[in-house]
């Protein structure tokens, strides 16, 4: 190790900040400087490949995590408290036993941090040592190192099936195109494989050592769809975006290998993305901060009274012999003592915050999510998935929706397209098969027989019907066993119905392009030829050989599609049911076999990709026979449409949407030479530039697609099954459901209806994206808000992503509501925007699930999460905070409180501290959060039954602020009861301190626990086991414990006191009176339940029935109520 | 394998998802099991009024024999209470309450005559009682040694800083310390039977047997074990402050005296509340044809001496209301 200057070093570690700072990092090759010291080395300051996400380190952990630990509030008012104690004159406790709750929480915390960072450090050591291969100058080969070993600036090989050890930019490839194939699960749980490019000017016979150019890149961050940087190999710039970056975690498949430049080593974009689980407040946590805040008050009034001393003190006639100096012999003034009395009392009443309240609720939210996540109804066979739950602290909040907004594609619908219709020339081509088809494989499904009756009192006035007269009963036939073929042959397939690639040719389609085919060749552009060639050009859908393990559907040709978006996929299948069938895709060209067998290889020229501000994508290819250059776009109707340089008949796109059909146009454009070379330079500067690289790319774009010619197309997007049904229930509950969608007002006011969602007599609103933003403005938002209110849905249409997330804002803070919005897809806004955000994983990207608190794979367990988690959770927790208020109130706090005014408001405890301590820690604590887990009111069946039930928990639900208060003034009048009848008994009697403390303490826990009893709805094994195991052990410990302890507490004195009271039958009648006095007050809550029958009890009483009478039973309960009319009012 | 495959699917209609992968890719699925799908058998009961009166009648029905019982026992004790305190003039304390000061070396003694309407059959618990006296002081609670009181010879010596002001006096440890045992009850009550023939007969009063057997046995123990002698065991040690003899002399009995004298005992027991009575002699009746104690006259002799002996009055009090008022009483249980 040589010396360095102490000046050298930190001018060293400025100019290490400074590279990583710059928004530009120009990296060089290691290759040149391998084997040189550190010094020496181009890229020194850049951080090497191995991680670390461990918090801790062994040394350091005690006091790292006490620092991290001390965060929270409660455990600094615990150890203010314990400090407290350690000032003798006010102390209350000894103060050793004090620390004890504040070490047991703080270990335990402990121990689940370092356990959780062990685990950490394992999973790291893995990680780092996984094994990769590094190009080395010394061996001219790749040699196999270690991830931690990469660094940036070297070139790594990665080949198939293999996890990409850092950010790499793609230069090389096994693929004569320059192409590998990247599956990104890891990253953002989409399975289909992404294609990615090597940086074009890198020739095919790839040499790291030849390497000599400069990669320029941005500064990292965290965006994973997103990347530019350049290349100067010899002074001439070479730009590369996402398309050429491989991403660390992601998997190489169907490649064999790959040579890439670490750009970016730990500084990954996977890493970068790596947050922490999200934190949202529920609604009752917030109400219950409220509620602790009066806690807070409630003490300090108690303390202040407990202060009171100083006028007890002044009553006093002289000095009695139970006064007791301090050490120095000298009394404190009674002013001062009633001071250090202040403190003492908070001490003593410190349970009276519940701190324990909020462990607690931790642990009932995690029982809660572990039972929603093992759900049974809500685990989906086809893609085996279960529901996620991300945000680990809102369960509650599923009891209390007022309003869902909800996605169309994806949420609503499978977003598994087919396709159903074109229209080509003004010709519609009905493919009525595909119908019947999707009919036939589902005679189950209710929602296709809804689906036709809504259809049929449309005022359509112009019937698609009419155009479509052919059709022959033996061709129905043979298309129906046809598919049948079709749909066993990929049976084994898990992850796509069939109905995924399965298309049945128009016959009059087919009769058309098998005319042209045959009369005119290639040389006249036929626009029926064209329409094909476009929809299989125009994509981005791979075609992977079978090569890889992966399970995709397979075409008979060993050919599998991998699209982006399903879709893309459709049209890719559909243009193979006519023969048009895509071979290959490369970057640089596409080949396309005709029905004629003849096989075209078209140049591609360029991709314009979809952005979801053009929405639309393009392709620009070189016609391999007419060598032209054209520009097929495909995209949403309205954004062709105004690309079009000849006006069309909207008549098509319009009756497509009003079945419901998702429309997509296709068009096309011949481009000049000329005009093409002067567009290529302007894009090749856009391509190469760093700042605004998208937005000059877009404009490149635009800029090229203009005065198109119409082709188009319709693609069904099948509703997903049990969507109306799913819509009533939450509707009858008293949920209202607003669909926000980006489709035309025609296709959502279908889906509407197809969903149930609009029926005849309802109030509907539907707005369109361009009348949303004038509603949304500030001036005319109440208006809106106040109409909304009043419909009974609402639909948006042609809303943008931002419209969505605005629209969600508004609701939420104008109305006051507890609002949840279900995305299948990208609207990461929208969920993000509402209280609860609910993802589908569905077909198109997981952006949705990943940003969700929820992630479900159907539309319909929104009807169980909702009406029967939601209910059961909220239910269970309100009544487990406010249990958890009296229990505090009662046990202890009022105990001890009433004792005050007997002992002098000295601060003394009847109960030896350490079963005080039990009390709270073992003898209760486990029911009320058994209480909160398992507790059940109403059978699952009934709650999907009549799903009014889910209006109690609305609004206010439970858990008012007048229970908060009913619940504090009970336990003072049990409190009151437990103290005073043994006060009663045992006055003027020789009785002492702890012996008197035992009956309280006994009635207080049968008190609570009898309480609880009361509160408990259903009675499980479980539920006996945990509440009498607590009586138990409650009676063995402290029998235990007082058989035991001679002195072992001083001055407290707990020896032979509960086995001489148990000797003593006076206690058995304290015990039984007082409880049973202070539980009379729950026979006005039994007469409530028999005078006022609340939909609660009534549904209770149903669930007792068997159940085709309550089938019965519940038909007529709900036309008696009217169907959902029931006023919030009258329920409980 | 295509067409195999047809015919089996067609005829049950619909695709079932089978295949090598099949059972791997199905892990995921949770346990139908009754606990995780909350499908466990479970008692439903309903809190109605139809339901819960009636519970409330039965519990009503079985307190009512109860407490029958609990009248007719109460109704059985008989109790006789003298209030000694001397506050009033008429009261024959008056004068010792009046003159006592806590340096004095002589003895107060009053007498206190009392008549018996009804013979008392069996045993008598005799009590002395105390008002006002805040036995449950925090301060004054923890004011002790247990170690000390175990016989623990360490603590005898050097005896817990919980016991100040009360544990050193002349730079001698005190046993036993601290402000419990300090204040101790030490008044002396005879009571004496006047026979109507003229003679004064004394009533033999039992001092053991009035604390609890396991403080007696375990908790209290004099130091150097059982047969030590007592004297020599508390050589240079103090005597509390405010009693008049040390703790090796409070009884001749060597089973009643040091730690395990029963009245230390039952004194160190402190009391809950601030207006309590504890044990003071037991009457054992001593044949079955005469009553333990007949009807008549009787002569209750107080050697008046505690309590209201303080030297801490540096600080001045206010107020007359809360004086600790001293009762005895009889208490028998037939």
Known sequence: ????????????????????????????????????????????????????????????????????????????????????????????????????????????????????????????????????????????????????????????????????????????????????????????????????????????????????????????????????????????????????????????????????????????????????????????????????????????AMCLIGALHFIWLYALPGVPPYLVPPANGHLDSPNLSSFYMFFT????????????????????????????????????????SRIQCKALNITEDLGQIEYIFSDKTGTLTENKMVFRRCSIMGTEYPHKENIRLAVLNEPESEEEVIYNQDLQPLPTGWSLESEEANSEDTHRHGSRRKSKVLGTTQSDVAFSSPLETEVIPDRKL???????????????????????????????????????????????????????????????????????????????SVTVRLPSGEVLVFEVLDTLTFDSNRKRMSVLVRHPITKEYVLYTKGADYAIMELLGTPYAQRHLDCYAKEGLRTLCIAKKVVSEAVYKHWLVERQRALTAIDNREVLIMDTAVQLETNLTLLATGIEDRLQENVPDTIM???????????????????????????????????????????????????????????AKHCRSVLCCRVTPLQKSRVVKVIREKLKVMTLAVDGANDVNMIQAADIGIGISGQEGMQAVMASDFAISRFKHLKKLLLVHGHWCYTRLANMIIYFFYKNVQAYVNLLFWYQFFCGFSGSTMIDYWLLIFFNLFFTSLPPIMF???????????????????????????????????????????????????????????????????????????????????????????????????????????????????????PSNPYWVLQNQMADPMFYLICILSTVVALLPYTFHVLRNSIALSPLIEAKHLDRLDPSMREEWMKEWRSYRGGGQVQRSTLS | MMASSYSAKDEDGHITVSGPGGAALRNKKPENTAFKQQRLPAWQPILTAGTVLPAFFIIGLIFIPIGIGLYVTSNNIKEFEIDYTGDDVSSPCYNCAENFSW???????????????????????????????????????????????????????????????????????????GAIANSMFNDTLELVYNDPNGTNVSISLVSTGIAWWTDKHVKFRN?????????????????????RRPVYELDADPENNGFINEDFIVWMRTAALPTFRKLYRIIQKKNNMAPTLPRGNYTLKVVYSILKATDLNSVIWMGKSAVSRIRFKFFQVR
């Open chain 1, 729 to 787: 229930a939450l509707r009858q509950a008293g949920i209202k459901v607003w669909v926000l969608t980006g489709d035309k007002p025609e296709t959502a006011v279908n889906i509407g209806y197809a969903c149930r969602l609009l029926e005849d007599e309802d109030l509907v609103l539907v707005i369109d994206g361009r009348t949303l933003t004038m509603a949304l403005s500030p001036d005319l938002r109440g208006d809106f808000v106040d109409l």
């Open chain 1, 1 to 300: 190790m040589t010396w360095k200057s102490p000046v050298a070093l930190v001018r060293e570690a400025l100019q290490g900040q400074r590279a990583r700072e710059k928004d530009l990092r120009s990296l060089m090759s290691n290759l040149p400087y391998e084997g040189l010291e550190k010094g020496k080395q181009p890229n020194r300051y850049f951080p090497s490949n191995a991680i670390k996400t461990t918090k801790y380190s062994l040394l350091l952990f005690i006091p790292m995590n006490l620092y991290e630990q001390f965060h929270r509030l409660a455990n600094i008012y615990f150890v203010g408290l314990a400090i407290l104690n350690f000032i003798p004159v006010v102390n209350a406790f000894q103060p050793e036993v004090a620390l004890i709750p504040i070490c047991i929480i703080l270990s335990l915390t402990a121990l689940k941090d370092a356990w959780e960072d062990f685990r950490r450090y394992q999973s790291d050591k893995k990680l780092n040592n996984t094994p990769c291969f590094i190009y080395s100058r010394k061996e001219k080969q790749f040699v196999e190192r270690r991830w931690k070993d990469v660094r940036v600036g070297d070139f790594v090989k990665v080949v198939c099936n293999e996890t990409i050890p850092a950010d790499l930019l793609l230069l090389y490839t096994s693929d004569p195109n320059g192409v590998c194939l990247i599956e990104t699960a890891n990253l953002d749980g989409e399975t289909n494989l992404k294609q990615r490019t090597a940086v074009s000017g890198v020739c095919n016979s790839f040499e790291p050592e030849s390497f000599n150019g400069i990669v320029v890149c941005e500064k990292p961050n965290n965006n994973l769809n997103h990347f530019k940087c350049y290349e100067k190999p010899d002074n001439q710039k070479v730009g590369a975006g996402i398309e050429s970056l491989l991403l660390r975690g992601c998997t190489v498949r169907n490649t064999d290998h790959a040579v890439g430049f670490v750009v970016y080593a730990h500084e990954t974009k996977s890493m970068l993305n790596n947050s922490g689980p999200r934190y949202k407040r529920s609604k009752l946590e917030r109400r219950l901060n409220i509620d602790v805040f009066f806690c807070f008050i409630l003490l300090f």
């Open chain 2, 223 to 243: 130091p150097g074990g059982s047969n030590a002698n007592l004297s020599a065991v508390f050589q240079g040690t103090a005597k509390p402050v405010n009693w």
């Open chain 2, 103 to 177: 340096n004095s070396t002589k003895f107060c003694t009053c007498t206190i005559p009392f008549q018996l309407d009804q013979p008392y059959e069996s045993n008598v618990f005799m009590y002395y009682g105390l008002s006002n006296f805040y036995q449950n002081h925090r301060r004054y609670v923890k004011s002790r040694d247990d170690s000390q009181l175990n016989g623990n010879m360490e603590s005898l010596k050097y005896p817990s800083k919980e016991c100040e002001p009360y544990a050193h006096s002349d730079n001698k440890p005190i046993a036993p310390c």
């Open chain 1, 345 to 384: 009392m908070i001490i003593l009443l410190q349970i009276l915050i519940p701190i324990s309240l909020y462990v607690s609720i931790e642990l009932v939210k995690i029982g809660q999510i572990f039972l929603i996540t093992n759900d049974i109804d809500l685990y989906d066979e086809e893609t085996d």
């Open chain 1, 932 to 1050: 909160g887990i398992m507790d059940r009111d109403i059978s699952a069946e009934m709650l999907l039954g009549v799903p009014e039930l889910y209006k109690t928990g609305q609004g206010e639900g439970d858990y008012r602020f007048t229970t908060f208060w009913v619940s504090i003034l009970d336990a003072f009048y049990q409190s009151l009861v437990c103290f005073f009848i043994p006060y009663f008994v045992y006055q003027d009697s020789d009785i002492d301190m702890f012996t008197f403390g035992t009956p309280l303490n006994t009635t207080a826990l049968f008190t609570i626990l009898l309480h609880l009893s009361i509160e408990i709805k259903s009675w499980t094994v479980v539920h006996w086991v945990v509440m009498l195991g607590s009586v138990l052990f409650y009676f063995i410990v402290t029998l235990a414990y007082s058989a035991t302890c001679v002195t072992c507490n001083p």
């Open chain 1, 510 to 588: 087919l009769q058309q392009i098998s005319r042209t085919g045959s009369s005119s060749r290639c040389q006249k552009i036929d626009p029926y030829l064209e329409f094909f060639l476009a929809l299989t050009i125009c994509n981005t859908v791979v075609v992977s050989m079978a090569t890889t393990q992966r399970r995709r559907p397979l075409t008979s040709d060993n050919l599998r599609y991998e699209a982006e978006s399903p879709d893309e996929a459709a049209l890719v299948y559909a243009t193979k049911a006519y023969g048009f069938t895509l071979l290959a895709r490369t970057p640089d």
